[in-house]
C-alpha cells in the first residue's frame, strides 16, 4: 500500500539521549515534513525538506536534526539537547500543490 | 508565520451548525483544512488555492478570501462524527513553499 510509515509507534528516551525517528515513504513525493504537537497543542514545524539533499528549520528546530539522503526516507534526530522532548510526532509529505498525508505519529517520553 | 485560528473550542448538540475561522497576515497560495481525531494521524479534508474559491462536499465546506487572507470552515448539521480537532494549514505566496499550522479549534458535538 502507498503511504507514510513513522516508526516506532511509542519511543522512549532517558536524560542525555539521542533518539531517532523514522518517516520513511513510498507515494514519490518531494516534500516531507516533521512536526511536534503537545497535548491540546496545534502542529509545530520542526524542520521541513523540499528536495534529497536539502531541508530548513522550522520554528522549533533547536535540539533537533534531520538528514534527506534519500527521497523516500526523512528521519528525525531528537538530540540531549532538546530539553523537553515528551510530545508526539507527526511525519507529513507532500507534492506540490496537493494536500499533506500524514503517518500515524510517534509517541516520545522522557523517563 | 503560523496561521490563527478562531474559536479555540465549540460545543454543539448533533444538528446544529459551526464556523471555524483562519487568518494570517501573509500573502497566502493555499489554505488547507484537516480534522484529528485523539491521538490519531490528522485527515485532509480540502484545500482552497489563491485565487479565491469555495469548496465543499457532504455538509462541511470551506471559503478562501484571498484579499482579507481569511479561510472559514462551515460545518452544517453536524454530527458526532465531527468532533475532533481541526486545523487550517497554510502556505505562503513569499518565501520558502513550507506548510504551517494553527493552533487548531477543539470541536464537541453532544447528543
Known amino acids: 500500500d502507498g503511504g507514510i510509515t513513522q516508526s516506532p509507534k511509542y519511543l522512549f528516551r532517558k536524560e542525555g539521549q539521542n533518539v531517532t525517528l523514522s518517516c520513511e515513504q513510498n507515494l514519490n513525493h518531494d516534500a516531507m515534513y516533521w512536526y511536534r504537537q503537545d497535548p491540546g497543542q496545534g502542529l509545530r514545524l520542526i524542520y521541513y525538506?523540499?528536495?534529497?539533499?536539502?531541508?530548513q528549520k522550522g520554528d522549533i528546530a533547536e535540539g533537533y536534526s534531520v538528514s534527506r539522503e534519500k527521497k523516500e526516507s526523512f528521519p528525525l534526530t531528537v538530540t540531549s539537547a532538546q530539553k523537553n522532548p515528551t510530545a508526539f510526532y507527526l511525519c507529513?509529505?507532500?507534492?506540490?500543490?496537493?494536500?499533506?498525508?500524514f503517518g500515524q505519529g510517534t509517541r516520545l517520553t522522557v523517563v | 508565520q503560523q496561521p490563527v485560528q478562531s474559536p479555540q473550542a465549540v460545543i454543539l448538540r448533533e444538528g446544529e451548525d459551526a464556523v471555524i475561522n483562519c487568518s494570517s497576515s501573509k500573502a497566502l497560495y493555499s489554505v488547507h483544512w484537516y480534522r484529528q481525531k485523539h491521538g490519531e494521524a490528522p485527515v485532509f479534508l480540502m484545500i482552497?488555492?489563491?485565487?479565491?474559491e469555495q469548496k465543499g462536499h457532504d455538509k462541511i465546506s470551506a471559503s478562501f478570501n484571498e484579499k482579507k487572507q481569511q479561510s472559514s470552515l462551515y460545518l452544517t448539521a453536524s454530527q458526532l462524527s465531527y468532533s475532533g480537532t481541526y486545523f487550517c494549514g497554510t502556505v505562503e505566496i513569499q518565501g520558502a513553499q513550507k506548510l504551517v499550522f494553527g493552533q487548531g479549534t477543539r470541536l464537541t458535538i453532544n447528543p
Open positions: 482552497l488555492l489563491k485565487g479565491g
Open positions: 507529513a509529505t507532500s507534492q506540490g500543490t496537493t494536500e499533506a498525508f
Open positions: 525538506s523540499q528536495i534529497v539533499n536539502d531541508f
